[in-house]
């Protein structure tokens, strides 16, 4: 996915999280936060989805900040989020 911040304070940012739909069995995965102002920026995550997991949940997420006196503020974008398969890759017995 693509994510843009105008001065998005606090000490944490706006990532994504996927996870299977139904499934609490496969861990989630989240990636990198982005923060303070940026441009558009390319976020990436590898996952494993696992056998049979037919819908995925990704999630915008920011989480709670470790100092309760910091206020968060500031703006995010987000566009054009995807999931890309890609090859599997067979081992040579």
Do not use: Y
């Not at 843009?4 to 940012?13: A, E, I, R, V, Y």
């Not at 496969?26 to 303070?36: E, Q």
């Not at 049979?52 to 900040?65: D, F, I, M, Y």
Request: glycine share 8%.
């Amino acid at each position: 996915g693509w994510v843009k911040t105008k001065n998005l304070t606090g000490d944490q940012g706006i990532r994504f999280h996927l996870k299977p739909f139904g499934n609490i069995q496969i861990p989630m995965a989240s990636t990198r936060d982005i923060r303070g102002t940026t441009a558009w920026t390319s976020i990436e995550q590898d996952w494993t989805a696992g056998p049979g997991v037919r819908l995925v949940e990704v999630c915008v997420s920011r989480e709670p900040s470790t100092d309760p006196d910091i206020h968060i503020s500031g703006d995010a974008w987000v566009d054009d989020v995807t999931l890309v398969p890609k090859a599997v890759e067979r081992r040579r017995p």
